[in-house]
């Protein structure tokens, strides 16, 4: 027999039902307020709180950037690598070796150890040229992914103010860019270490041109030398690869045809080039850009000298239209390099009576098979015979 209902107490039910209702949405929507604006101070937590590593920098005034008025003869030394590539375990332990190698190497090793005695000791290095793929994965540590980038920026800092004892001129690579599923990167179309760049250039030391907003591009002077840092690759060509913004080259070829015109052309003075590809194709960076590069080099002959890259994780010295070209080492070495050493290049440029320039390069590289912490002899740094190292041409 089915129970009967009071009339009354089931006409007093209905708004109570009304109520719960009502009361059931507006809890929903405020928890759908609350979720929004939670995960919105994920993104602007991080845009806010991105160590750029330039505490302790002098800023540029980007209005009126450095008129280099060197007068002298030019005596630069100076050093290279590229694909510090920090990701996790033993990338990161790898850079922690590099710094090591980069801080003490002059306490071990002479030019003499290279075959060039008469360069004496390895002293006043003028800072440090990174030929891109800062990062693994591009990834800044929103929520909750690594930060490679920090890990970057704790070593390498940017005026010798954190862990490594030179300034560096970074550039990006094809590394630099987040091409994953991570929505935090994703939806904003954002490629944060690849902007980091542009950032880090408002207190570069001593840097005289810029490129506008975020394509990072910069040209600096060391004596009578002009070093043109075009990131990721010399084209203007952005390839349709599916993800916003991924690998666009953000009008390079555009800066250093303007940088030359700008800084370099009726000029006697060197240019050296710095971007992560080398003059050989991979997948985007095809041919026709290639020598397209070819022609502007060609059309500045009398100045650009030389060209220094990444990218290939291995180091060597050989010869592309007429230029001397430096595959520079890296920290990420494994199973790239046949004796499994770490590596970076250095360099020296000299003024001779006669006005041209001599230019050394050695290799320097390192193993951790035997290390033992603070001693820094069981590093095993060595200036060895290497794949055209060392290497010396007159310019």
């Not at 009008?251 to 030359?260: H, S």
């Not at 790239?336 to 320039?357: M, P, S, V």
Request: proline share 3%.
């Amino acid at each position: 027999m089915d129970e009967e209902t009071d009339p009354i107490d089931e006409e007093n039910s209905i708004p109570k039902k009304e109520d719960y209702s009502k009361k059931n949405i507006d809890v929903k929507i405020k928890s759908l307020i609350l979720i929004i604006i939670f995960l919105s101070s994920f993104f602007f937590y991080d845009y806010n709180n991105i160590d750029y590593g330039f505490d302790g920098c002098e800023k540029n005034n980007l209005n009126s950037l450095q008129y280099n008025d060197f007068i002298g003869k030019t005596n630069i030394t100076f050093i290279a690598f590229g694909d510090s590539q920090i990701y996790k375990d033993h990338t990161v332990e790898q850079n922690d070796f590099q710094v090591i190698a980069l801080n003490h190497f002059t306490e071990l090793l002479s030019w003499e150890d290279a075959g060039f005695s008469e360069l004496g000791e390895i002293e006043d290095i003028r800072g440090i040229i990174m030929a891109g793929d800062i990062t693994q994965n591009g990834r800044d540590g929103r929520m909750f992914s690594f930060d490679e980038y920090g890990e970057f920026v704790e070593r390498y800092g940017l005026c010798g103010n954190k862990q490594v004892d030179y300034p560096i001129y970074e550039g990006y690579g094809n590394h630099d860019y987040f091409e994953w599923s991570n929505i935090f990167y994703r939806i904003p179309a954002d490629h944060p270490v690849a902007d980091s760049v542009a950032i880090r250039n408002e207190y570069r030391p001593g840097i005289m041109n810029t490129a506008p907003n975020m394509e990072g591009h910069y040209s600096w002077e060391w004596d009578d030398f002009h070093f043109i840092q075009l990131n990721l690759a010399p084209t203007d060509i952005v390839p349709d690869l599916g993800v916003e913004g991924l690998r666009d080259p953000r009008n390079a070829m555009t800066f250093l045809e303007n940088d030359l015109k700008e800084n370099i052309e009726g000029t006697d003075k060197k240019v050296i080039l710095i971007s992560h590809y080398g003059p050989w194709e991979w997948r985007e960076w095809d041919q026709n850009k290639i020598d397209k590069l070819c022609q502007v080099v060609e059309n500045y002959s009398s100045n650009i000298v030389s060209y220094i890259h990444g990218h290939s994780h291995s180091t060597s010295v050989y010869d592309w239209c007429d230029l001397t070209v430096f595959n520079s080492g890296t920290p990420y070495h494994e199973n790239y390099n046949d004796d499994y050493r770490g590596r970076f290049t250095l360099f020296r440029i000299n003024e001779a009576n006669n006005g041209t320039f001599d230019l050394y390069a050695a290799d320097i590289s390192w193993s951790t098979e035997n290390y033992q912490e603070d001693d820094i002899s069981s590093l095993d740094l060595q200036m060895k015979e290497w794949k055209g190292y060392p290497y010396h041409v007159t310019v």
